[in-house]
């Protein structure tokens, strides 16, 4: 059975780096950290009310499961938030 040819592989050269300067972003506005935290701590009262008080507050026990969905959004839209937090 013939030998079969080997190949030689290229040397591996690095792609060029680019030297434009990148324009650095400054830190988040404190009203955006503000607003991230009152929507984390906003779901998590909004959880701790409906376990304590739910069926005795009109508007929550007429939510009824709702109530887990929005406390939960209210908290997932402020960790969202933290990703753009600098």
């Not at 499961?65 to 938030?81: E, K, Q, Y």
């Amino acid at each position: 059975m013939p030998k079969s040819k080997v190949r030689k592989k290229a040397a591996y050269t690095p792609p060029p780096v680019s030297r434009t300067p990148q324009k650095v972003q400054g830190p988040t506005h404190p009203a955006y950290i503000a607003v991230m935290l009152a929507f984390g701590i906003l779901g998590l009262v909004w959880l701790v009310v409906n376990y304590l008080a739910g069926p005795q507050i009109p508007f929550m026990a007429a939510l009824g499961n709702m109530n887990f969905i929005i406390g939960f959004s209210l908290i997932v839209i402020g960790l969202l938030m933290t990703m753009r937090w600098r």
